[in-house]
T-cell receptor, first 118, second 112 residues
């Protein structure tokens, strides 16, 4: 079965420090992967998505970046964190549901990383 | 107008109540509708998936889609304290490469 891992689970970082969050997927190959940020009252904000190794699309300009060094690994980074980067970061992989005309792509989420920037 | 609107709540009900959670949307191309449940400090988990209009039932949960009104609902029968969570609707047009659009979520609290 497919599993998605994220670490660390919780992180407290000072403003201006670097960031590296990791997401790995097991049990599937060549998945489409996504990074979201969830802030209180603001819902899920899509940050990046990747359809393959080295292929990254950015949805929102910011001081974050993403990389996909391996097929089942997706990394979210920052060189200098801002207070506004605090939030709950979620990695998701795309999963095909249903058959025929009722088939659609949905997403399964990892456990998330809660980041607090002080 | 935002693509997907969802009342954030909070919604508080007693145990055993019937709960109705709703989303409205503006894009008539949406054909695939999902409900996610998110417990505090956890990632969202897929609860229900529906294609086009109609109802789908799974245990105490019923998902309903009315495409003519651009309105979807999730009903929870005999609600339990373990149903206390944030419920997010999500939808897409379904073509390859189209994004999944999420509502902001409704927070539900079921008291015993």
């Amino acid at each position: 079965s497919q599993t998605i891992h994220q670490w660390p689970a919780t992180l407290v970082q000072p403003v201006g420090s670097p960031l590296s969050l990791e997401c790995t997927v097991e049990g599937t190959s060549n998945p489409n992967l996504y990074w979201y940020r969830q802030a209180a009252g603001r819902g899920l904000q899509l940050l990046f998505y990747s359809v393959g190794i080295g292929q990254i699309s950015s949805e929102v300009p910011q001081n974050l970046s993403a990389s996909r060094p391996q097929d089942r690994q997706f990394i979210l980074s920052s060189k200098k964190l801002l207070l506004s980067d605090s939030g709950f970061y979620l990695c998701a992989w795309e999963f095909h549901l249903g058959q025929g005309i009722a088939a659609a792509d949905t997403q399964y989420f990892g456990p998330g990383t809660r980041l607090t920037v002080l | 107008q935002k693509e997907v609107e969802q009342d954030p709540g909070p919604l508080s009900v007693p145990e055993g109540a019937i709960v109705s959670l709703n989303c409205t949307y503006s894009n008539s191309a949406f054909q695939y509708f999902m409900w996610y449940r998110q417990y505090s400090r956890k990632g969202p988990e897929l609860l229900m998936y529906t294609y086009s209009s109609g109802n789908k039932e799974d245990g105490r949960f019923t998902a309903q889609v009315d495409k003519s009104s651009k309105y979807i609902s999730l009903f929870i029968r005999d609600s339990q304290p373990s149903d206390s969570a944030t419920y997010l609707c999500a939808m897409s047009a379904g073509q390859a490469g189209t994004a999944l659009i999420f509502g902001k979520g409704t927070t539900l609290s079921v008291s015993s």
